[in-house]
């Protein structure tokens, strides 16, 4: 019965397999989980953000675990985009996944010109701007918390880019319905939402805080009600807008209810950490609850649960 069900679904005029990608900065490139699924299998692999040049990242520690949920303060580290290039990317390409490419830039030529090298790069479906890196211009503000500041990411990218661009949004705003709004304004062909939650925890032994950084994201099952609210709200406001949707997603369950807030994909993140198999568990869970409500398409349910309400 399960096998009936169709979990194809589509981000803007990219077409999945399934709804399942994993989360940026959880995985890498999807190398790590390769010993562990097929990452072919996924609808899509989100990469670590990569930025221009490579980057060591904070000091440590820059990981705490909190009461369900997870602190990290890793400060994009990575190889920069001629190492992604030469190596990461090829290395999805050859094993037939679809690669979601998050970009990070602290300005927005930065940003224009990552897109830039990434035009035509092979394997490339979908270009997730991380819009939650600070904005070095205006003093470390972060572009997403603006919308004109995001706006303005958004639209040199776009026109740069021959892939659909995704804009990452951040929850630590008060309207991100605006913030959405503005993005497609910009010419966002969907929207990846929620980014991690500014959070800190404090060590009572060593009277200090626990990262380095003293602050960090906050990621899973915690943050996952906002998160759900933050989908709602935006697919509400906009209907039509293609939304990949993340945070604290465990089970097949956890997914669902993103989907049925309006969410056409999900990403799982934080979840690998503790089981690497976490993305193609959570795929056959969500298979098996859709089939199991009598469901013969995955995008059956994406918004369902705003059908009949009053506005």
Known sequence: METSVSMVTSLAD??????????????????????FLDPAELGAVVTKSVMLLPRSGRATPRMAETPSGMLNSIGLQGPGIDAFLAHDLPWLAERGARAVVSIAGGSVGEFAELARRLAGAPGLAVLEVNISCPNVASRGQVFACDPVAAADVVRVVKAESDVPVFAKLSPDVTDIVGIARSCVDAGADGLSMINTLLGMAIDTDTLRPVLAGVTGGLSGPAIRPVAVRCVWQVHAALPTVPILGMGGILTGLDALQFLLAGASAVSVGTAVFHDPCAP????????????????????????????????
Request: aromatic fraction near 2%; include cysteine.
């Open 14 to 35: 990219v077409t999945l397999p399934n709804p399942v990608l994993t989360a940026s900065g959880c995985a890498a490139a999807g190398r790590e989980l390769a010993p």
């Open 280 to 311: 193609v568990r959570i795929l056959a869970e969500l298979r098996a609850e859709l089939a199991g409500r009598g469901f013969g398409r995955l995008s059956d349910v994406v918004g369902l649960a705003h059908r009949g309400l009053q506005r």
